[in-house]
């Protein structure tokens, strides 16, 4: 932040070459009831790592939609993964996890058959899944990724169940998105709710589109996975993520 009168888009700025694809997008999280970095008696609001900022709801355009999935070691998600895939199809790299090698597609791996979850004896999958979305917040006009996984995945597919049905575009209409906490077999937990807001503004609506072609490169896979499943609870439910 500057108050100099300096040019937008100088052309003298040696990062005016970077494109959105270099860039490292932050991760809005939804608080729950254990936080290594958000504060845990905020549950239920969201979490902005990069300024520290707390709040109970996001106004957004929903940008892009990715599809994601990591395969920790159970119980130690301070380390890598052991496998993962930026698109849930395939997996980045093919590793033995004791005595089964994952892959060779996300679909065929025994990690992400329902009953492979807590060494074989739950329910669910032991990779995790999570929808990625690309959002640009209305009021800050900020973009960000929020992941949506384990027990939010059914209200996300209603949400696009929804918004599919009509004849507008996710991203020219305004997505609102809260949390309610619910008990659960686990345990309770904080759940994204998604609220349709009406139409955006024409003009606001052909800026997002602009945005939406901007954002086409830009890579959804976030550094901080691991603290982010860490976050969250151990759930079992395996009717929440089948396969598309």
Not at 53 to 59: G, I, T
């Amino acid at each position: 932040q500057t108050d100099l009168a300096l040019p937008v888009g100088d052309d003298l700025d040696p990062l005016g070459s970077v494109g959105q694809d270099e860039l490292v997008l932050p991760t809005v999280k939804l608080v729950q009831g254990v936080s290594r970095e958000a504060d845990a008696t905020k549950a239920g609001s969201f979490f902005d790592p990069l300024t520290g900022a707390y709040r109970n709801l996001l106004n957004v355009a929903i940008l892009r939609l990715g599809r994601s999935r990591a395969l920790f070691v159970e119980g130690s998600f301070d380390q890598p993964p052991l496998c993962s895939s930026d698109d849930a199809v395939q997996p980045q790299g093919l590793v033995m996890v004791g005595n089964t090698r994952t892959g060779p597609t996300c679909a065929e791996c025994p990690f992400s058959l329902f009953g492979s979850a807590k060494g074989g004896t739950g329910k669910g999958q032991a990779c995790g899944f999570s929808y990625d979305l690309l959002c640009m917040d209305l009021e800050i006009e900020e973009p960000y990724i929020l992941r949506v996984g384990s027990t939010s995945i059914i209200e996300w597919r209603r949400y696009m169940t929804a918004v599919k049905r009509g004849r507008l575009p996710i991203y020219a209409i305004k997505t609102t998105i809260t949390s309610k906490s619910r008990v659960f077999e686990g345990g309770a937990a904080h759940v994204l709710l998604f609220t349709n807001g009406g139409p955006l503004a024409h003009d606001v609506a052909l800026s997002m589109r602009s945005k939406v072609a901007s954002f086409k490169g830009a890579s959804l896979d976030a550094a901080d996975v691991a603290a982010e499943v860490e976050e969250m609870p151990a759930f079992d439910e395996p009717d929440e993520v089948p396969f598309d």
